[in-house]
């Protein structure tokens, strides 16, 4: 039913949340049913009670969420935090819009400071980015060196609009300020995807491993071990979510930027609950409960 309901919804918001909820629940139900065992058998273990809550709590949502798109209560429910484009590659298309003008409609009190602003956003992300741990030294430099020239491109503009502002026709001054700012926003386009892809080919590779050597040590029983791979665990986990929220934020793929989205706000979520999962383990490493809450 709730199926049928998905594909009878008109508002793409709507669709989406139910498909979400409907996936969380198929997903958490074999958590929900592992989980609720662990914390029967073994009450007196805080971790088991922190995974049974936290996985009930999801379902509960995911419930909720259901009846209220059923019942039409959708509208009022607040935007997806997923949607729409990367923040840094919409704000960049906005500026190269707004940049490009008619000579007599630039206003020194109105339109000089709002672009600055909006450039002065523009460089502060990328300057996020060039901050970020993950940034190589080399691409940290070019992309100062770059935000230094976007600046300097859009003064040496800002001040042709000022000298062409009483002349109806556009000067070879001014087309070739519009172009060289132009290239220069392109050329930081640029770097931050260098940067992305830096991040990611040195972020993605054996994701796996951290994950592995935690329940490697919980199964034999060494909670003291859990405890230093936990900590492990848990920055790769943080590296991996950075990561791809750098990816996102320099994406105009909406539906791509949503999935990656989603999919680091469940890396997020998880993360505690699968260190949890690994301090009961370690704690009743021959339980077969305990076993099999792991393995979900």
Do not use: W
Not at 19 to 43: D, F, N
Not at 64 to 74: E, F, L
Not at 165 to 194: F, N, P, W, Y
């Amino acid at each position: 039913q709730a199926a049928k309901r998905q594909q009878e919804l008109k508002d793409p918001q709507l669709r989406d949340d139910l498909a979400a909820a409907r996936a969380v629940l198929k997903k958490h139900s074999t958590m929900l049913l592992t989980a609720s065992k662990v914390y029967i058998r073994h009450p007196e273990l805080a971790a088991a009670k922190a995974n049974r809550d936290y996985v009930f709590k999801q379902v509960c949502e995911a419930v909720n969420t259901i009846s209220d798109v059923a019942q039409g209560k959708g509208p009022g429910l607040p935007q997806n935090p997923y949607d729409g484009p990367g923040e840094l590659a919409a704000a960049l298309d906005d500026f190269d819009e707004r940049m490009v003008m008619d000579p007599l409609a630039y206003n020194e009190v109105r339109t000089r400071p709002s672009l600055e602003e909006r450039l002065e956003s523009i460089i502060s992300g990328a300057a996020l980015m060039a901050d970020s741990s993950c940034t190589r030294d080399e691409r940290r430099e070019r992309i100062v060196a770059e935000c230094n020239a976007v600046r300097q491109a859009l003064q040496d503009l800002l001040s042709e609009y000022m000298a062409n502002m009483s002349v109806k026709d556009t000067s070879e001054g001014l087309e070739r300020a519009i172009d060289h700012m132009c290239r220069k926003t392109r050329d930081l386009r640029r770097q931050l995807r260098k940067a992305v892809v830096d991040h990611v080919s040195d972020s993605f590779l054996e994701t796996s491993v951290p994950l592995l050597v935690l329940i490697e040590a919980a199964r034999a029983g060494n909670e003291k071990e859990v405890e230093e791979y936990a900590l492990v665990f848990t920055e790769h986990a943080n590296k991996l979510v950075e990561v791809a929220n750098l990816a996102c934020s320099m994406s105009n793929n909406e539906d791509g930027v949503k999935m990656v989205r989603y999919a680091a706000g469940q890396i997020d979520a998880l993360c505690p609950q699968v260190i949890n999962a690994a301090r009961i383990l370690a704690a009743r490493p021959r339980v077969k409960v305990v076993q099999e809450n792991m393995d979900v």
